[in-house]
């Protein structure tokens, strides 16, 4: 059965809400609900489910894994938002959790999150079998932690430091480190959720090892495509399109896209990020209505 | 072969120093290794080692979930010391991880040792077997997040509005709904990590039901025990012998044993229940040097 984008996030939407169910201390849980339940597009969630699909699998098995996943990314806008690191007043539209909840809230509904998702994987998805529970751990692992989201929001901020030119000698480090940096940044904050939650899908779904590897090609480009997209919508688009605040990243002097490459260039890279995911569509047989949908949403969004 | 204290907490120094190796990006590394690597009696490690050698098991099987919860302890002491929660400068004598790393490298440390610390047991002890190591996840996730430290911390931070009595009409709750509050945050706050690591040291040696739950009844009066103690601590002791600022709670109007039921009434209520620790050991035979040391460990601190 071939399903469509709205069909997912319908289903994501229902589910986030009865999994999110207040309980007591009722402080923490309304914390954790509000943003996992902010509005929003849901891909990731929906990458997941349509990955199964596509391998073959059905996509009802991986409805834990995707709203969890969804719970992991609110868990990195709660943080990311705190005074401490981005300090951003709005998300999706509406005041930051810690503007709602306080900080100390906001701290504890996130470090919640991180453990909250993979404990409703496990507890909802028993009939997968404890090897591929397992395998699903080691993914979220992964992806969430130092390795993954957590390595790219580290060397985000320390890129404030390293991209501030100096008034005299320009800047700190050459062009081609700061791409380095910048990929890698890309990489793990945007790319790695991506790769989760395709991969997991994947998993899910009994995908052979070279259909995983394809998969996580595609999660790679497409994640650093849309954060590329992000960087770009950053600098031409408005706080009620987006729901945030939009320029931080440019005034903070922080490492991004346009900063770098400016913004026709980055046009550019990303339109060819873009054909390149067709190509690993297309490269492993991978038929995707939905994943089509997602490349052409983020075209029509920045205009190319 | 019966084993000292000392002998457990040297094997999990040395582990700890070998799982928290540098890598990049350095920076959340070091913020995650200075405080797991800070000298401490690493209790938490020692009872789950201690807890698989009384029931049969080879305690060598426990070390990687023993030191992942000495991390997921770190955790907890990163973000309750931040300016947002306890805003605490010191632990264990030294500086606080923010004050080392900075806020935003605090969070993000405290956040990658939440999922860090699983990825350790999964990786360490495959030859435990996928539905033991499920079994060790769930017993994490019910003890990190919003059942188990978080719940007590909520309540915890909370319980300095509620009990703060108000000048002419006294405490706004009445003694019983306080003493409910404090017994639900000293079990979440602390004796959820004692029941865990008593508990999956006994899941790995294959603990019988009835046994499983008198370790967990075990680790639910000492846990009590201990906070209670340190309650005390809080209002008898020396910045010297905690290494870190004392009388905070107290201050900050906080609900605590001592604020509740004064010096001498904890004291009693202390001795009482290090009584029923050894009763519990006695009642489901559990032979251990290691357990009557941390016990006594806590009567000669307090002076009882």
């Known amino acids: 059965m071939t399903m469509k984008m709205n069909d997912?996030?319908?289903?994501v939407d229902k589910k986030l809400d009865e999994y999110m169910t207040i309980q007591y201390p009722e402080d923490i849980f309304k914390a954790m609900k509000y943003t996992v339940t902010l509005p929003g597009k849901r891909l990731r969630p929906v990458m997941c489910l349509e990955s199964c699909r596509v391998f073959g699998g059905n996509y009802e098995d991986a409805i834990p894994t995707a709203c969890a996943i969804e719970m992991l990314h609110a868990q990195t806008l709660i943080h990311d938002d705190l005074p401490c690191m981005d300090n951003d007043d709005f998300r999706r539209g509406k005041p930051t959790n810690h503007k709602v909840f306080g900080e100390a809230n906001a701290v504890l509904a996130g470090d919640a999150l991180l453990t909250f998702a993979p404990q409703i994987i496990l507890k909802n998805s028993k009939h997968l079998g404890s090897e591929k529970l397992i395998k699903i751990m080691e993914e979220y692992f992964q992806a969430a932690g130092a390795y993954g989201v957590i390595a790219g929001q580290v060397v985000d901020i320390e890129s404030e430091k390293t991209n501030t030119?100096?008034?005299?000698?320009?800047?700190?480090?050459?062009?081609?480190?700061r791409a380095v940096t910048l990929d890698f940044i890309h990489t793990h904050k945007t790319a790695d959720l991506f790769k989760l939650s395709l991969r997991t899908g994947a998993i899910i779904a009994d995908a052979a090892e070279a259909q995983l590897e394809g998969i996580t090609e595609f999660g790679q480009t497409l994640g650093v495509a849309f954060q590329i997209a992000d960087d770009i919508l950053d600098e031409i688009s408005t706080f009620e399109e987006m729901g945030k605040?939009?320029?931080?990243?440019?005034?903070?002097?922080?490492?991004?896209y346009t900063s770098l490459y400016g913004l026709d260039e980055s046009k550019n890279k990303l339109a060819c990020l873009l054909n390149d995911c067709y190509d690993i569509m297309k490269k492993f047989d991978v038929k995707s209505e939905v994943f089509d949908e997602i490349i052409s949403g983020i075209k029509k969004r920045v205009g190319i």
């Not at 997912?8 to 289903?11: L, P």
């Not at 030119?165 to 480190?177: I, V, W, Y």
């Not at 931080?248 to 922080?254: C, I, L, P």
């Open 8 to 11: 997912y996030i319908e289903i």
């Open 165 to 177: 030119p100096h008034p005299s000698f320009g800047h700190p480090l050459p062009q081609g480190a």
């Open 245 to 256: 605040t939009l320029g931080k990243d440019k005034n903070a002097g922080k490492l991004t």
